[in-house]
């Protein structure tokens, strides 16, 4: 008979549930000894002996080998994983703010003989940062560019295809299950940040705090730059992209605009994609579900069983490429929508297109530097500027040109 992997669950919500149903209905060779909640006046669908309020239990039993974290919380998420690696066990977690937040400590945490696997903190079931740390661990990546967040592109094409409004499509995203308890996180960037964060280690080497990079979110988008976008043949997607130049690398998350024939152009709904261009191995598009319960749940199996081998990531490039760092030092071509003239001078433009006027205040189409986008970060996102990137268009000059002709009256 095989034997049991024996775990400690910590959260029984959309993935914990989800996680435990798979078990039990493929009747897989796996114990949940214990689940660890929070909330002691919620009704369970299972009976309360398996679950505590004390954490302690689980990391203090000794048959306990594997402790799973799916909560929402990532701080204490930290404390947790944080014990257990001391503790010497093994841990899985889908916690992509936790990790990316403090991927250096629990990377060397782990020199206490704990092991830490989080392939589900990147896009759900797409199994990207095992093949990130060891397929492409000896390849330089040119580039990657990625939809990582399943909530943010399933709001995005409801609006485009279905013409609902953002926040009944947000509302949509909340009730299936694939928007994170606090919504800023998805939709003002910071979860697709937090991924391209992890990425960025496994990738290039590179450790980057996630409030240090550029990221820009939906929230301010509104239906008439969608509109404007489409009737150019474009769609307007969350993008994380890393571009490397020599030992720089730029990276940033930010409404794009993307081409028909673009690779990301067809990815919709809760699906998310990672587009990697490497130096021999060319473009390679990983596609699959990003979000919801059971594909996530997939992905934590997969590092429950991976548990077993006791062998988690090489962070070959970290080990490697210690000359390698992130930099903002970079020009971007973007669309900006602003309201007033303060908003404009703030962006520093070094070239414009076109520009003109919209309501109280207009649009440039122009290039700005990515160090000063960042800087903006908070500034764009409390007056509800939009900035979309134009940095994935193949030739960004003739299509900006082309959207001067008739930016405004089509989108008036
Ligand atoms: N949902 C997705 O599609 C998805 C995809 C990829 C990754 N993730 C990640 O997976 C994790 C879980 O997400 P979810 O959607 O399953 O969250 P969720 O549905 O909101 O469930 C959260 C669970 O965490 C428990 N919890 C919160 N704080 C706790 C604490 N201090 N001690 C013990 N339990 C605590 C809650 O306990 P109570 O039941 O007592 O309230 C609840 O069971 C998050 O890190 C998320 O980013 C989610």
Same mark, same amino acid.
């Given at each position: 008979?095989?034997?049991?992997?024996?775990?400690?669950?910590?959260?029984?919500?959309?993935?914990?549930?989800?996680?435990?149903?798979?078990?039990?209905?493929?009747?897989?060779?796996?114990?949940?000894?214990?689940?660890?909640?929070?909330?002691?006046?919620?009704?369970?669908?299972?009976?309360?002996?398996?679950?505590?309020?004390? &954490?302690?239990?689980?990391?203090?039993?000794?048959?306990?080998?594997?402790?799973?974290?799916?909560?929402?919380?990532?701080?204490? +998420?930290?404390?947790?994983?944080?014990?257990?690696?001391?503790?010497?066990?093994?841990?899985?977690?889908?916690?992509?703010?936790?990790?990316?937040?403090?991927?250096?400590?629990?990377?060397?945490?782990?020199?206490?003989?704990?092991?830490? *696997? &989080?392939?589900?903190?990147?896009?759900?079931?797409?199994?990207?940062?095992?093949?990130?740390?060891?397929?492409?661990?000896?390849?330089?990546?040119?580039?990657?560019?990625?939809?990582?967040?399943?909530?943010?592109?399933?709001?995005?094409?409801?609006?485009?295809?279905?013409?609902?409004? &953002?926040?009944?499509?947000?509302?949509?995203?909340?009730?299936?299950?694939?928007?994170?308890?606090?919504?800023?996180?998805?939709?003002?960037?910071?979860?697709?940040?937090?991924?391209?964060?992890?990425?960025?280690?496994?990738?290039?080497?590179?450790?980057?705090?996630?409030?240090?990079?550029?990221?820009?979110?939906?929230?301010?988008?509104?239906?008439?730059?969608?509109?404007?976008?489409?009737?150019?043949?474009?769609?307007?997607?969350?993008?994380?992209? +890393?571009?490397?130049?020599?030992?720089?690398?730029?990276?940033?998350?930010?409404?794009?605009?993307?081409?028909?024939?673009?690779?990301?152009?067809?990815?919709?709904?809760?699906?998310?994609?990672?587009?990697?261009?490497?130096?021999?191995?060319?473009?390679?598009?990983?596609?699959?579900?990003?979000?919801?319960? +059971?594909?996530?749940?997939?992905?934590?199996?997969?590092?429950? &069983?991976?548990?077993?081998?006791?062998?988690?990531?090489?962070?070959?490039? *970290?080990?490697?490429?210690?000359?390698?760092?992130?930099?903002?030092?970079?020009?971007?071509?973007?669309?900006?929508?602003?309201?007033?003239?303060?908003?404009?001078?703030?962006?520093?433009?070094?070239?414009? *297109?076109?520009?003109?006027?919209?309501?109280?205040?207009?649009?440039?189409?122009?290039?700005?530097?990515?160090?000063?986008? *960042?800087?903006?970060?908070?500034?764009?996102?409390?007056?509800?500027?939009?900035?979309?990137?134009?940095?994935?268009?193949?030739?960004?000059?003739?299509?900006?040109?082309?959207?001067?002709?008739?930016?405004?009256?089509?989108?008036?």
């Amino acid at each position: 008979m095989v034997e049991k992997i024996k775990l400690g669950l910590v959260g029984f919500g959309c993935v914990g549930q989800a996680l435990y149903n798979i078990i039990t209905n493929e009747s897989l060779p796996i114990e949940v000894v214990k689940i660890c909640v929070k909330d002691r006046d919620k009704n369970r669908s299972l009976s309360s002996d398996n679950f505590t309020f004390q &954490y302690r239990e689980l990391v203090e039993d000794p048959e306990i080998k594997v402790i799973v974290e799916l909560i929402d919380d990532a701080d204490a +998420a930290f404390l947790m994983v944080k014990q257990a690696l001391i503790a010497g066990k093994m841990v899985v977690t889908a916690n992509k703010k936790m990790v990316a937040e403090h991927l250096e400590e629990l990377m060397m945490l782990r020199e206490n003989g704990g092991k830490l *696997w &989080y392939e589900a903190a990147v896009c759900g079931s797409i199994p990207i940062v095992k093949t990130m740390d060891q397929f492409y661990n000896h390849e330089p990546i040119h580039e990657i560019s990625g939809i990582l967040n399943g909530s943010c592109n399933f709001i995005l094409s409801q609006i485009e295809n279905k013409g609902v409004d &953002y926040q009944q499509a947000l509302t949509e995203a909340q009730e299936l299950g694939f928007a994170e308890s606090d919504p800023l996180l998805d939709v003002g960037g910071y979860d697709t940040m937090n991924k391209l964060v992890i990425l960025l280690c496994h990738a290039y080497g590179i450790t980057a705090s996630p409030s240090n990079l550029c990221t820009i979110g939906i929230q301010n988008l509104k239906s008439q730059d969608l509109k404007f976008a489409k009737q150019r043949g474009f769609k307007i997607k969350l993008v994380a992209r +890393a571009v490397r130049e020599g030992d720089k690398v730029q990276a940033y998350v930010m409404p794009c605009f993307v081409e028909s024939q673009h690779a990301l152009s067809q990815v919709n709904n809760e699906f998310n994609a990672v587009l990697v261009k490497g130096k021999y191995t060319d473009d390679h598009l990983f596609t699959g579900k990003g979000a919801g319960g +059971a594909p996530t749940a997939a992905s934590v199996i997969a590092d429950i &069983y991976a548990t077993e081998g006791q062998k988690d990531y090489d962070y070959y490039k *970290w080990n490697a490429n210690k000359d390698m760092v992130y930099s903002n030092d970079v020009s971007l071509p973007i669309y900006l929508r602003y309201k007033t003239a303060k908003d404009l001078e703030e962006f520093g433009f070094q070239h414009i *297109w076109s520009e003109g006027p919209y309501e109280q205040g207009g649009f440039v189409l122009g290039k700005t530097s990515l160090e000063n986008l *960042w800087s903006l970060n908070s500034y764009i996102e409390e007056q509800g500027i939009t900035v979309i990137s134009a940095g994935l268009l193949q030739d960004t000059v003739k299509a900006t040109s082309q959207m001067s002709k008739e930016t405004f009256d089509l989108v008036g």
